[in-house]
């Protein structure tokens, strides 16, 4: 099994509709992130979260919410889907335990809002 | 902010080149930078971690190196292969951001036989 785990792989949703995505992990890690990635503009985060009562706002948080059920679980929510959230998105751990602060990332989800 | 620029944004080499892969950065107040390679439609998986206070990293045919005073960090790829292509993703982290990475748009890499 992956270290990082996204479900669904691939969606098609409707503007207007709600969607979750769905991050779980079996490292073992505390802090949980979620990036979109569109062509062209590289990653970008959109809320972390250091462990389950610390949730931060990243850079394009607008749009979106996230919920940290435990540890190993953290989603990610688009209330109203609009097509400009059409993109790949990513979840990602890491451990400052392990000295180096290293990202692991999930395979991703495509999302396609139309 | 941290600004992390890739250039050239693609590159295609024959095979048994090296590859040379540039990254720099704005801010050289950086806690350490992670070289990641993409497939298409894939995940990022990690190649190499450099810590602020490393010169360069080897991991088999990778080398990625860190300048941090002129805000640069190097990937080669020795002896290029198809398998190489890809796209590779430079990721900084600055020393007060609490684990998140700021990241380049990436060079997508062809090789051909």
């Known amino acids: 099994d992956a270290d990082v785990t996204q479900t669904p792989r691939n969606r098609i949703t409707k503007t207007g509709k709600r969607i979750m995505l769905e991050c779980s992990q079996t490292k073992g890690h505390d802090r949980m992130y979620w990036y979109r990635q569109d062509p062209g503009l590289g990653l970008r985060l959109i809320y972390y979260s250091f462990d389950v009562k610390d949730i931060n706002k990243g850079e394009i948080s607008d749009g979106y919410s996230v919920s940290r059920q435990a540890q190993a679980k953290f989603s990610l929510s688009l209330e109203s889907a609009i097509p400009n959230q059409t993109a790949l998105y990513f979840c990602?751990?890491?451990?400052?335990?392990?000295?180096?602060?290293?990202?692991?990332f999930g395979s991703g989800t495509r999302l396609t809002v139309v | 902010k941290q600004e992390v620029t890739q250039i050239p944004a693609a590159l295609s080499v024959p095979e048994g080149e090296n590859l040379v892969l540039n990254c720099s950065f704005t801010?050289?107040?950086?806690?350490?930078l992670q070289w990641f390679r993409q497939d298409p439609g894939k995940g990022l998986t990690s190649l190499l971690l450099?810590?602020?206070?490393?010169r360069e990293q080897t991991s088999g045919r990778l080398n990625a190196s860190l300048d941090k005073s002129s805000g640069r960090s190097t990937l080669y790829i020795a002896a290029s292969q198809p398998g190489d292509s890809a796209t590779y993703l430079c990721?900084?982290?600055?020393?007060?951001?609490?684990?998140?990475?700021?990241f380049g748009a990436g060079t997508q890499v062809v090789v051909t036989p």
């Open positions: 990721a900084v982290r600055v020393t007060d951001s609490w684990g998140k990475f700021q």
């Open positions: 450099i810590q602020s206070s490393q």
């Open positions: 990602a751990t890491s451990d400052p335990g392990q000295g180096h602060y290293g990202y692991t």
């Open positions: 801010d050289s107040a950086i806690y350490n």
